[in-house]
């Protein structure tokens, strides 16, 4: 049986990373949280760390299964309070490698399985009037980077999408936000050969992102030291932008 007074937390993608060191963050702090992710023994051994996390197995890419996870979420629970569709996958996608299947699955993933999530997530807090939702999108999201494609255009989709439907729902009283990390040490970036500019710890993420769950800002982005000179790369005109990453990135 739900309890009442306790905020409740809906995150895919919470079996490791940046989404387990947030689940872990809001049961330290009384909330109770569902998460979600394919691998069940992943999502159990977050669970043994937990006070009172819980978790439904679900592949986002499924449209039905998101539907009826979400569905069963609610009736045992209620509607989330918070729901982090932060789910994610990412390969690197030199030009010499070009690859559809890879483009295909990661758009499956980053976009269309957060779309998943999203569909009967919205309409249930439209409903209510209330409610929070974050979309984990990237800094890679912001320009096209060599070698991060497929992984920056589904990223760069969220950013666009999030953007057009803040203010219409804002004024419904549901607040959709977005979450623009720099790099997190998860098993996501062990694949990245480069060393990774002011690289944080998944805690650090989970950190930053419970510091901005009361604010109404449309982004959370960390670490700002990093994430901003992006920012800033984000302003320039195309043939300074280029020159730049070409010589950052020698590509
Ligand atoms: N690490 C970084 O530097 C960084 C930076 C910016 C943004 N991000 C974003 O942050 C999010 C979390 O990534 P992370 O770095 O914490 O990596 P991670 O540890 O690999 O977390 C990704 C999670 O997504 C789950 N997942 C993948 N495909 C799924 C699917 N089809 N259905 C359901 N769950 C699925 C994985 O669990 P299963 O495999 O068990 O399903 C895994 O628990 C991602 O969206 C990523 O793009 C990460």
């Not at 409740?8 to 809001?26: D, N, R, V, Y």
């Not at 569905?71 to 789910?87: E, F, I, M």
Request: glycine share 8%.
């Amino acid at each position: 049986m739900a309890d009442q007074h306790k905020k409740l937390a809906w995150i895919t993608g919470g079996g490791t990373g940046i989404g387990e060191a947030l689940a872990l963050a809001l049961d330290r702090q009384g909330w109770q949280v569902v998460i979600s992710g394919r691998t069940e023994q992943k999502l159990q051994a977050v669970v043994a760390k937990s006070q009172q996390i819980t978790y439904l197995t679900l592949d986002v890419t499924d449209r039905e299964q998101s539907q009826q996870v979400f569905n069963t979420l609610c009736d045992t629970y209620g509607l989330p309070d918070l729901v982090v569709l932060n789910a994610g996958d990412y390969t690197p996608m030199p030009l010499e490698a070009f690859n559809l299947d890879l483009i295909y699955k990661l758009n499956q993933v980053n976009y269309l399985g957060v779309m998943n999530g999203l569909a009967p997530v919205l309409p249930a807090m439209q409903a209510r009037g209330s409610g929070q939702v974050l979309l984990m999108s990237s800094v890679a999201g912001y320009r096209g980077l060599p070698d991060a494609a497929p992984y920056g255009a589904s990223k760069a989709a969220l950013i666009n999408f999030a953007e057009a439907l803040y203010m219409p729902l804002k004024q419904q009283g549901v607040m959709l936000r977005i979450v623009n990390p720099g790099f997190v040490t998860t098993q996501l970036t062990a694949q990245n050969s480069f060393k990774m500019p002011a690289e944080i710890t998944p805690i650090q993420a989970a950190d930053r992102i419970m510091d901005a769950l009361d604010s109404t800002s449309f982004e959370i982005t960390f670490p700002k030291r990093f994430t901003y000179i992006l920012k800033m790369l984000r302003c320039l005109p195309y043939r300074l932008y280029f020159f730049l990453i070409s010589k950052i990135t020698d590509k």
